[in-house]
């Protein structure tokens, strides 16, 4: 066997774990977002945490835990969704940036969720928004509508951010 054969193997062989590794994490993670429910929907963190008056986001900073709220409320957002009332698999879906599942939850119903699911797979960023606003019934990308610009200037020392016209330059635009 040559270099670039032992290359393509070790490569190929190395992958693969990395692919195997990844598939476990995300089982994991759908058993985590099950779990990270049933403790918040019953309270059971407080138990944990030896505090009654204790929040959810104390639980979730523990070092054991490690997630941010956002991320936990997001992850149970797109579990309700597609697990909960779509009777979906976790697994199935985990391939899906969370940004876009995240778009997908006001849109998405029964009749639907195959065909946004692969276009969420393939589709690119801005087309992607473009089916989201479609379905919404927004203005897309290229309908024809005109567009109306705004423009921002940010300070380089503070970040304050407005918007160019505005001549009150103490209000901040997030």
């Not at 087309?127 to 989201?132: M, P, Y």
């Amino acid at each position: 066997m040559n270099n670039t054969e032992q290359d393509g193997e070790k490569a190929f062989n190395i992958h693969s774990q990395i692919s195997g590794n990844e598939t476990q994490r995300r089982i994991l993670l759908s058993k985590n977002i099950s779990l990270l429910k049933a403790i918040k929907k019953d309270n059971l963190f407080k138990v944990i945490l030896g505090d009654q008056d204790a929040e959810f986001t104390a639980y979730l900073g523990q070092v054991e835990t490690m997630y941010s709220r956002n991320e936990v409320y997001n992850y149970i957002r797109i579990h309700d969704k597609f697990v909960d009332d779509l009777k979906m698999s976790f697994i199935d879906i985990c391939d899906i940036p969370l940004s876009r599942l995240i778009e997908l939850i006001p849109v998405v119903e029964e009749g639907n969720v195959s065909n946004l699911l692969e276009q969420a797979r393939v589709l690119t960023s801005q087309d992607f928004r473009d089916v989201v606003r479609q379905i919404k019934g927004l203005p897309i990308s290229d309908d024809g509508h005109q567009h109306k610009m705004v423009q921002y200037e940010i300070c380089a020392e503070c970040g304050v951010k407005h918007k160019i016209g505005e001549h009150d330059t103490t209000k901040s635009v997030s």
